[in-house]
């Protein structure tokens, strides 16, 4: 299943967001979305799953999900979004429950998104007592659990600390590498964008717009910390995002 | 600097962090009774205290017991606490359900918010004779007293405690398709479960006070009751009796809560 954007654009009151947004999100590809602070990048994430309805154009879903694809159109939030009150697996029976999915069959579920993400051990841990990395590990697992054909991730590695962020953006690679999934990735962090965009779209500052669109053709596998091919993409991308980054704080301030 | 550092006086960087994190410590509250019963003890005994101004808390004990043998404490304290269970059960069960209506849709939030503003200063007290023409004198219309008077504050609380559930998990909910009800029993409802807890804390112990209001007018047995009789014949040891029940009760009351939190709430930092 793939996905188009048409002519989006959205507003909130006055305030124009976004505008003439064209995007084709093809099935097996990381999309990242990279753009400067309030270019409405999140809005944009909502647009696209369905938990805002853009004010022009549409999200055009081309092609059936799989058919064992419970939730097509699978969310990672930047904080998690875990239930406290749950453990690690009733976090992910919760979005298994409503679909029909209890017993055995869930249990099968749980135990393979678990070992996916290497949190065998912490089954019946409750979210207070994991950190950061593990917390964000629960909620890829939660993801994976419900088969989605697409994933749409918002900053889901910022809250955390750089080293975690390695860890867990070789991991995503690796679940990747296994088995495709399609992404859209938002992120303000360059570098995560080269390593794990197959193309990245650059937003300009409010009203956003795509600015350019860059392909990084390297295999997800190949790409290492520190490659001169990617450092010199990853400055590409800075030389695009300066200007507007400037222009967009400087407006923040006049607000 | 590195080489003033021999020179310079050296002192451990003072400590100014700590503080304003509750921690248990039973046994204070404990020492803080024991220390006021025997101040009052001491006072009585050496007359510095006059037996009128207050009774002795042995004779206090005394006269607890007394009652305690006689079975008459049975004979109050089961139909105080079977009024109190039956009320606050009613006004708290239909103040969490009203309130998480409240919570949950905006027209029933815009009808019923300036209306239960408006019944919540009413002394509740004040209209005990309208619920004993309504219900009668006997059990239903103390139900009613109570159940009313814990009705409010237990909405005030459940609604807001609804309003304060982290927005973010019920659009996590959305976003995998979880169904409304669900959302709202296995988002919502336990979100809200802290504010409920605590706001229940303030509105049994407005249910004590009620129940003893309703006793005063028209109860054979109950604490009240016991508490009228002993105070308008100035009979000081028993007043004092009745009282130390209720404060007991109240107790009791809060512990059992708190148990409930133990056990409902474990999974807060
Ligand atoms: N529900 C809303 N109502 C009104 N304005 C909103 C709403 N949500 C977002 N905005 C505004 O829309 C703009 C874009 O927000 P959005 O969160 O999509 O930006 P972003 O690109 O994700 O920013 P960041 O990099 O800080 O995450 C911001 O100026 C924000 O204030
Ligand atoms: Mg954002």
């Known amino acids: 299943m793939d996905l188009r954007l048409e002519g989006i654009g959205h507003h909130y009151g006055d305030m124009e967001i976004m505008q003439g947004i064209d995007l084709e999100i093809p099935a097996g590809k990381i999309i990242c979305v990279v753009g400067p602070s309030g270019c409405g990048k999140s809005t944009l994430l909502r647009l696209i799953g369905g938990l805002e309805r853009p004010s022009t154009g549409r999200v055009v879903q081309v092609g059936e999900p799989p058919i064992d694809s419970i939730n097509p159109l699978t969310y990672i939030f930047q904080d998690f979004a875990l239930l406290p009150w749950r453990t690690v697996e009733g976090n992910i029976s919760l979005v298994l429950e409503d679909h029909g999915i209890r017993g055995a069959k869930a249990e099968k579920i749980i135990s393979d998104v678990l070992a996916r993400t290497k949190l065998t051990d912490f089954r019946k841990a409750l979210p207070k007592q994991l950190s950061g990395g593990m917390k964000q590990r629960v909620a890829i697992s939660r993801a994976l659990a419900v088969k989605p054909a697409v994933m749409l991730m918002d900053e889901p590695l910022s809250a955390l600390d750089s080293q975690t962020r390695e860890l867990l953006m070789d991991d995503l690679v690796g679940l990747w590498t296994r088995e495709p999934f399609t992404a859209v990735y938002v992120t303000h962090n360059l570098n995560e964008a080269v390593r794990l965009g197959h193309s990245i779209v650059v937003l300009s500052r409010r009203p956003g717009r795509i600015r350019e669109v860059v392909d990084v053709t390297m295999s997800l596998a190949d790409r290492e910390l520190g490659d001169p091919e990617l450092e010199r993409q990853q400055k590409h991308l800075w030389n695009l995002m300066r200007d507007e980054a400037v222009a967009a704080d400087k407006e923040l301030l006049n607000v | ?269």
């Open chain 2, 1 to 269: 600097m590195s080489e003033d550092a021999q020179l310079a006086t050296q002192k451990t960087v003072d400590f100014r962090g700590g503080g304003f994190a509750p921690q248990s410590k039973k046994w204070v509250g404990f020492i803080v009774f024991v220390l006021l019963i025997g101040l009052a003890e001491l006072g009585t005994r050496t007359g510095f205290i006059t037996s009128l101004t207050l009774p002795k808390p042995s004779d206090v004990f005394a006269t607890f017991v007394d009652l305690w043998q006689s079975g008459l404490l049975w004979k109050h304290l089961i139909p105080s606490v079977s009024r109190l269970v039956i009320g606050a059960a009613i006004g708290a069960s239909v103040g969490i359900g009203v309130g998480v209506l409240i919570g949950l849709f905006s027209l029933v939030r815009a009808g019923l918010v300036p209306l239960v503003a408006a019944i919540f200063p009413i002394p509740k007290i004040a209209l005990l004779p309208l619920f004993v023409i309504w219900f009668g004198i006997d059990e239903p219309s103390k139900y009613a007293l109570i159940a009313f008077g814990t009705f409010t504050p237990t909405v005030v609380a459940t609604y807001g405690a609804v309003d304060n559930v982290d927005r973010s998990l019920i659009r996590m909910g959305q976003s995998f398709s979880l169904s409304w009800f669900s959302i709202v029993t296995k988002i919502v409802l336990p979100g809200a479960m802290p504010g409920i807890l605590s706001g229940l804390r303030v509105s049994l112990a407005i249910a004590i006070i009620l129940l003893v209001a309703a006793e005063m007018l028209g109860a054979e047995y109950g604490i009240g009751a016991y508490i009228l009789e002993a105070g308008s014949l100035y009979d000081l040891e028993r007043l004092f009796v009745g009282v130390t029940i209720l404060s007991i009760l109240g107790v009791s009351v809060s512990a059992v809560i708190g148990l409930f939190e133990n056990r409902l709430l474990d999974w807060r930092t």
